[in-house]
């Protein structure tokens, strides 16, 4: 016993970390980073850094690349406030996914470029130079994310045709504007510049959250945690992941979409103004126009919680939906 706490003390003072996983492997955590370009153009680069948390089973040859949505971070795929429930990375590494949960550029421990440099596509490019490292680690990659990360994801696969597969969460391609618009407008400038918002105290769970019950210990630990975004991210999410130029038809590997309750991406029946949500089938049916290419769509409904569904109370099913998918890539 005293030569296991020896050793657990020496793996927490390297940095690294053994998490529970199959009784035939377990789980080496670590902080990474990778040098990535961006620019508003190609002749205008500038170097940036876009780190991540890489947690690796052994033996595992797949890797799932996962994107954070608007005012999170990394932590959003691992949420401290009882993570046995609601860490979606713990739950696949389990399975025997590696999975990197980055922060996106200006967020966490990524490098905070002005926000004007900051859109989807950048974000989307990064995260694509991101993957080229992992694909010299892994047999497979599958790109994931959450709300606004799920658009970079999207984008990240349709752009560059790199990944086995796309995890789409929170986020589909009809945006219900009456109930994402206030959720803008209550936001403040936090960060480098005017352009990274974040948002008020007090408002994270009518924004991301309802109408899921309200826990105190997984709304504080959102609040303590929340990041930022950059305006300028919104702008081609909404051009190149909506109805009018779905940039999701040229994606030509296996997707799954899974939302929650999620009055964000859902509709209560106005047209354009959410997907039908109402079964899984009927959201595949829904999103299956912007999808045309892709060998296989997969989808879920997370039932009874809204946007951020790690933070659910029966967030495991979703996970053990999305391994179950992965298993089959």
């Excluded at 706490?5 to 670590?30: H, Y």
């Excluded at 919104?234 to 109805?243: F, G, H, K, Q, S």
């Excluded at 049916?285 to 296989?296: L, R, T, W």
Aim: proline fraction near 7%.
């Amino acid at each position: 016993m005293r030569f296991r706490r020896l050793c657990a003390a020496a793996l927490l003072a390297t940095g690294t970390l053994l998490l529970p996983a199959p009784a035939s492997a377990a789980v080496t955590c670590q902080d990474v980073s990778f040098p990535v370009r961006v620019g508003l153009t190609p002749l205008i680069p500038s170097l940036e850094t876009m780190a991540g948390r890489l947690c690796t089973p052994q033996g595992a040859t797949t890797v799932q690349v996962l994107i954070p949505g608007g005012t999170y971070d990394r932590t959003y795929w691992d949420v401290g406030f009882e993570p046995g429930t609601h860490s979606f990375t713990r739950a696949q590494n389990a399975a025997g996914f590696a999975t990197l949960a980055v922060d996106r550029l200006g967020t966490g421990r990524s490098s905070k470029p002005l926000s004007a440099l900051v859109t989807a596509s950048t974000q989307a490019g990064a995260v694509h130079q991101v993957i080229g490292a992992m694909r010299s680690r892994f047999d497979k990659v599958v790109v994931g994310g959450h709300s606004i990360g799920s658009a970079m994801a999207i984008i990240e696969a349709a752009t560059y045709g790199d990944v086995d597969g796309v995890l789409v969460t929170g986020f589909t391609h009809k945006m219900n504007y009456i109930t994402v618009v206030p959720v803008l407008a209550n936001m403040v400038p936090a960060g480098l510049d005017a352009g990274y918002l974040t948002t008020l105290p007090g408002t994270r769970y009518n924004a991301f959250h309802k109408p899921g019950p309200l826990v105190q210990g997984a709304i504080g630990f959102d609040e303590s945690t929340k990041s930022v975004f950059a305006a300028t991210e919104a702008v081609d999410t909404i051009l190149l992941n909506t109805v009018i130029i779905p940039v999701s038809r040229n994606i030509r590997v296996p997707v799954m979409v899974v939302v929650g309750d999620d009055t964000h991406f859902c509709s209560s029946g106005l047209p354009l103004m959410g997907s039908d949500c109402s079964s899984p089938a009927a959201l595949k049916a829904d999103e299956g126009q912007f999808y045309p290419a892709v060998p296989s769509l997969d989808t879920f409904i997370l039932n009874g919680y809204g946007h951020s569904i790690n933070y659910a109370p029966n967030a495991p099913d979703y996970h053990a939906a999305v391994s179950a998918w992965a298993g089959k890539i």
